[in-house]
Nanobody, 115 residues
Framework: QVQLVESGGGLVQAGGSLRLSCVGL????????MGWYRQAPGKQRELVAI???????NYADSVKGRFTISRDNAKNTVYLQMNSLKLEDTAVYYC?????????WGKGTLVTVSS
C-alpha cells in the first residue's frame, strides 16, 4: 500500500509564496519520477513540475522561473516552492510518484491566490 500525503496549500495574495510538500508512506521502493500536477476549476489536470531520481527537472512554461521542485529521497518527499504567485495559479495541486511504472496520486491540496 502506497499513500502520498500533500501539505502546504492555502490562501495567499498575488505575488506571495507557498511551499508544498508531499511525503510517500507505505511500501515505498525505487521511486522514479516525482511531480506536481494541478487542476483549476473547469480545466483539465496539467503537469506543473517533475523531477526524476537523478534530480533532473522539467517545468511547465507557465511556472518556469517562479516555481522550484526538489526532492529528498531519504524521506520519500517532494517539494514545490512557489514564488511570485499569480491568480491563475489557483488550483488543486496533486502530488504524483511513479514506482515500477505505476502512478500514485495524492488527494490534492488547494492553493488559492487572491488579488
Amino acid at each position: 500500500q502506497v499513500q502520498l500525503v500533500e501539505s502546504g496549500g492555502g490562501l495567499v495574495q498575488a505575488g506571495g509564496s507557498l511551499r508544498l510538500s508531499c511525503v510517500g508512506l507505505g511500501s515505498i521502493l525505487n521511486i522514479n519520477d516525482m511531480g506536481w500536477y494541478r487542476q483549476a476549476p473547469g480545466k483539465q489536470r496539467e503537469l506543473v513540475a517533475i523531477i526524476n531520481g537523478y534530480g533532473t527537472t522539467n517545468y511547465a512554461d507557465s511556472v518556469k522561473g517562479r516555481f522550484t521542485i526538489s526532492r529528498d529521497n531519504a524521506k520519500n518527499t517532494v517539494y514545490l516552492q512557489m514564488n511570485s504567485l499569480k491568480l491563475e495559479d489557483t488550483a488543486v495541486y496533486y502530488c504524483n510518484a511513479v514506482m515500477w511504472g505505476v502512478h500514485y496520486w495524492g488527494k490534492g491540496t488547494l492553493v488559492t491566490v487572491s488579488s
